[in-house]
């Protein structure tokens, strides 16, 4: 009997003793020079980058050493805590990764919880493909640093490309491109690409190329302009019509059937931004050596040929104890030039500062290059692409507008066929209204 | 002898039945347990099959886990702490809470009785930035004890140990007192022994509950340190990559722990829930 | 807690003034239920009542990082949409698929299991409650491959050697509201015919050796003897059903992490989740969870009543 007794009171000793020493220690001061900050992110290869940063960062400034405290939470949960966090103005990071879509709810209101971050990028400003910075800026302020470009490009598998006897140095445009994709399905059996009916990477780049997007410069919605109609029209005749392209196995091009199927040659190309390439080498290892990446289709012949797509800022918020110190480390991480070359070598992303883009060390073979046929002249091809990529323009219905398109608008047209492009962009644009 | 026959077509029939039963319910586990054996390359090539390839098989994905500096043995720790308090105290104290509504009549008895069941009935999901906020004024933010103190009196358990408790013998009560045993002492030691088999079923369902907990946890704990297996593994789940070789092996060896609980107080499991356990 | 040790010999209250007041405290019977459940209505108030009152406050006001503004009704009134109400529907039709399957098929085979023509009883009850301790991410992948929509997926590939035609199991309303449906199935199969299990052990053989006595067949002493005692653990079942189903989230979120094809899986926390966290908008979210307590209260309040437990109750 005093056994059991003793065992409760061992545990809630135990408790005590627990709460006693947890007591969140992250940013409190401390005795040496080294500052603690904390940084949340939703992508382990993003911690990495950071880390390594951190690492040389401290052999640059031995007097204001850092301890970079990396948490990596699952994406969805990291977004939702932090939302809790600024509402609550207590508990959250020094410097977080904040991903596009969920980026406009965090700078709602009047009051915008992140550290205003013109200053940063003041000096170079013209060195960045400027679009990447107006997408996460309000009232002329920037809030947040992106890490990518995310250039949109055509990647093409050349063993159906050359069995088709298609040359994509040939295709222009979409006309032809349905054109070879009209080759390619008589000669292989195979669709030229795949549409993605859970996610607008198909859609949003293709209406962004003709300066369209959800949202006009001044934040009005025009979802169901007449161009973003006629794209999408354009997108359900090449799976129905010319029936060149079906909908994406899984529904986009992250999921695992999507792997499976591209992976083992289920379709000719595949529209997806420049940072996909991770992507290629981790879940399709059996095309190592057969893809080659093109600029994107213009609509017209000199058209642009490319959009930016996708993206992650990391921000700073208000509530952080170490503003300055963080600031300075961000300006290191990823607005200087040497932190923009990492993105490259570290990531294999298209770095926001396109004068780095011709350095010899975006030349240099590594994995990225390794895989891809035209890896080691990538850059001089996105160098031509630099102007063609117009801005989108974001407000705080981005994400609610992002998700009509995933959950009901391609859904609808594309892959159940039940309504014609034109009604489901007016229902959505009257529900989002 | 047509009786005879036809009750040994429905013995066979219904074990049969429990036998196909028990292979369907098995199944996506044993898909899982050979899908930990291969490289993640062949599960994004063949997706999930049943093919028994030896070529590829192996106990790569384990060793992995096994591998200095693995967090995975981070998480599983903290997982097994977490689990062992919290369950510990909230089966102390919904017991306690429980044995209180059931044996004395006092003022205001119904009236939390009542509250009981509606907590048992309030989604946490509606008021997490409150309880966050609640959290943040008692300090205890980035800590177990945030994890485990906002729920350390669970409804469910409560309701439980109370119908279980109005089946104790009331004799034993006043022989107790006239011996001398203050009330608590009561419950403690004359009492709490009396309910094991509640203490039993109530084990295997908070220490389940506590395991595979993830919504609150995520929100209270900071530090990747501090994580939990269930956190751990839906940061491997992500758009930018899948980390399919450590998350399913992973997610192999983490049933394992809750299925030794379980049957380690099965055989009270059932006779918790028995003996006047549920009742209306 | 450390005055448990104090009380080892007979004490006579008069005896030591020292620990007067607080043996006092302990050997009063007036006192000790309060002891007793003082650990409930703290937590109750701290981490629930207060908390709660905050989320009905909110649900009137628009809730931003350092602005908070009084909306009025703002927040109920924007409730009168599309999404909402498929919401609402498929979290209605989830909860009832769910009272239709793990309601009668645990308590048959509760009885089937706990009758002499089982065997190897212990290794069925483990097998069929396994699931229930893999946490519902895990079980999630497993079902998210098994139910892919290629043909090559597990179930397709099945189906086709049925000669059936495949299926688009996670992207169609019907098959997605069924796959919801079979995971929580295969979760609460077991733990549902445990309970039963549990309650079919408080029957007295005697009734039935009456039963015997006056010729009744099996499915007689079944409808008269066995479904009557078992009302009980129904009830029980049937409420904490009902409140889950209605609190259902994880179950849809691993299939489609909340953004599903036509909003197949959009349940009403998942709803929260979306407007509440993803779009910001904690007012929103707010009347949201207080409009899905609403419904839940009833719902119970109102299966409680029908099957007469408040009378046993009082």
């Not at chain 1, 996909?276 to 057969?290: I, V």
């Not at chain 2, 980390?243 to 055989?267: C, E, H, M, R, T």
């Amino acid at each position: 009997m005093k056994r059991k007794v003793s065992c409760v009171l061992a545990v809630l000793l135990v408790i005590s003793l627990l709460s006693g020493c947890s007591v969140n220690t992250a940013s409190g001061p401390s005795k040496s020079k080294t500052t603690t900050l904390t940084y949340w992110t939703f992508n382990g290869l993003h911690e990495a980058l950071f880390q390594d940063a951190a690492k040389n960062w401290n052999k640059v400034h031995p007097d204001r050493k850092i301890k970079l405290n990396s948490v990596v939470y699952p994406y969805g949960q990291m977004h939702d805590n932090l939302s809790i966090s600024l509402i609550a103005n207590q508990g959250v990071p020094d410097i977080v990764d904040i991903e596009q879509k969920r980026f406009a709810t965090m700078v709602k209101g009047n009051q915008v919880p992140l550290v205003d971050l013109t200053s940063l990028v003041a000096k170079d400003r013209d060195k960045f493909v400027e679009s990447r910075l107006t997408m996460y800026s309000k009232n002329g302020k920037l809030y947040g640093i992106d890490t990518h470009v995310g250039t949109t490009v055509m990647y093409y598998n050349m063993d159906i490309m050359q069995k088709a006897g298609v040359n994509i140095d040939r295709i222009q445009t979409w006309d032809d491109y349905v054109k070879a994709g009209k080759k390619v399905v008589k000669k292989t059996g195979k669709p030229m690409t795949t549409i993605e009916t859970k996610d607008p990477n198909n859609f949003l780049p293709m209406i962004v190329q003709q300066k369209s997007g959800f949202f006009d410069k001044n934040g009005k919605l025009i979802l169901n302009n007449k161009i973003n109609v006629k794209t999408l029209e354009f997108l359900r005749d090449m799976v129905y019509t010319d029936k060149v392209a079906v909908p994406t196995p899984g529904g986009n091009h992250h999921a695992e059937e999507y792997y499976g199927f591209m992976n083992q040659g289920g379709a000719g190309s595949v529209l997806m931004p420049i940072w996909y390439m991770g992507r290629f080498l981790d879940y399709m290892p059996d095309l190592k050596g057969k893809i080659a990446i093109r600029p994107m289709p213009a609509w017209t012949k000199g058209g642009d040929r490319s959009a930016g797509m996708g993206g992650t800022a990391t921000a700073i918020p208000k509530a952080s104890k170490h503003i300055d110190l963080a600031k300075d480390f961000l300006q290191y991480t990823k607005v200087s030039k040497e932190g923009n070359i990492k993105l490259w070598t570290v990531l294999g992303f298209d770095p926001l500062r396109w004068d780095v883009w011709d350095d010899p060390a975006l030349q240099k073979e590594n994995k990225y290059t390794a895989y891809f046929t035209n890896g080691t002249s990538l850059f001089n091809m996105l160098l031509e692409l630099k102007d063609e990529i117009n801005p989108l323009y974001m407000t705080e219905d981005f994400p609610a507008v992002s998700d009509k398109l995933a959950t009901q608008i391609l859904y609808k047209t594309i892959k159940l066929r039940n309504e014609t492009p034109k009604k489901a962009l007016d229902d959505a644009a009257k529900e989002l209204e | 002898m047509n009786k005879k026959q036809n009750t040994a077509i429905s013995k066979v029939s219904v074990n049969m039945l429990f036998i196909l039963l028990c292979l369907v319910t098995l199944f996506p586990l044993f898909c899982l347990v050979l899908a930990s054996l291969k490289p993640s390359t062949e599960l994004l090539r063949f997706g999930l099959n049943m093919k028994l390839d030896v070529h590829v098989m192996s106990f790569k994905n384990y060793a992995y886990l096994f591998q200095g500096g693995s967090i995975y043995f981070e998480w599983f720790k903290n997982s097994l702490l977490l689990l062992v308090i919290s369950t510990a105290l909230t089966l102390f104290f919904s017991s306690m809470v429980g044995y209180g509504l059931a044996v004395y009549s006092f003022k205001g008895k119904n009236v939390l009785f009542l509250l009981v069941l509606f907590i048992m009935m309030v989604p946490l999901e509606i008021m997490m930035l409150p309880l966050f906020k609640m959290t943040v004024a008692l300090k205890i933010v980035d800590s177990y004890t945030g994890v485990i103190l906002p729920f350390i009196v669970a409804p469910v358990a409560v309701f439980f140990f109370r119908q279980y408790a109005l089946g104790l013998p009331k004799a034993l009560l006043e022989s107790a007192r006239v011996d001398g045993c203050t009330e608590f002492g009561i419950f403690l030691r004359i009492m709490m022994p009396l309910m094991k088999p509640a203490f039993g079923a109530m084990a295997i369902l908070q220490a389940m509950g506590s395991w595979n907990n993830f919504l609150w946890p995520l929100i209270v704990l900071r530090s990747k340190e501090m994580f939990t297996l269930p956190i751990g593994f839906a940061s491997l789940l992500s758009p930018y990559g899948n980390n399919y070789d450590l998350l399913i092996s992973g997610a192999v060896l983490a049933v394992i722990p809750i299925i030794i609980i379980f049957l380690f107080f099965q055989k009270y499991f059932i006779s918790g829930l028995t003996s006047g356990g549920i009742k209306g | 807690m450390k005055v448990v040790h104090s009380n080892t010999q007979p004490v006579m209250l008069s005896e030591e003034k020292k620990r007067s007041w607080l043996s006092g405290l302990l050997y009063s019977r007036k006192v000790a239920p309060y002891v007793f459940v003082a650990p409930f209505i703290i937590s109750f108030l701290v981490f629930f009542a207060y908390p709660l009152v905050q989320t009905f406050v909110m649900s009137f006001q628009e809730v931003l990082p350092g602005e908070t503004t009084f909306v009025g009704l703002e927040n109920y009134r924007k409730l009168n949409n599309q999404t909402f109400y498929t919401a609402l529907l498929n979290t209605v039709q989830y909860t009832f698929w769910t009272l239709v399957v793990l309601i009668p098929i645990p308590l048959v085979l509760a009885v089937l299991l706990n009758s002499r023509m089982t065997r190897f009883k212990n290794i069925f009850k483990s097998a069929l409650f396994i699931p229930v301790l893999t946490s519902t991410i895990i079980a999630g992948i497993v079902f998210r491959l098994i139910f892919g929509d290629m043909s090559s997926a597990f179930m397709n590939s099945f189906l086709i050697k049925l000669g059936l035609k495949p299926e688009l199991w996670l992207s169609s309303e019907g098959t997605g509201m069924f796959v919801m449906v079979l995971l929580a199935s295969w979760r609460w199969l077991g733990v549902n015919m445990l309970y039963f299990l549990a309650g079919l052990q408080n029957i007295s053989n005697d009734l039935y050796e009456a039963a015997d006595i006056d010729g009744a067949s099996t499915f007689q002493k079944f409808f008269h003897i066995t479904l009557p005692s078992l009302k009980p653990v129904t009830v029980y079942v049937l409420t904490i059903s009902i409140v889950g189903g209605f609190r259902m989230f994880e179950e849809s979120y691993v299939f489609w992490q909340n953004y599903s094809p036509g909003d197949i899986g959009l349940t009403l926390v998942g709803y929260i989740y979306q407007q509440g966290l993803a779009y910001n908008n904690m007012g929103l979210g707010a009347a949201i969870g207080i409009v899905l307590l609403m419904i839940i209260l009833i719902v119970s309040v109102i299966s409680l009543k029908l099957s007469g437990s408040f009378k046993e109750e009082h």
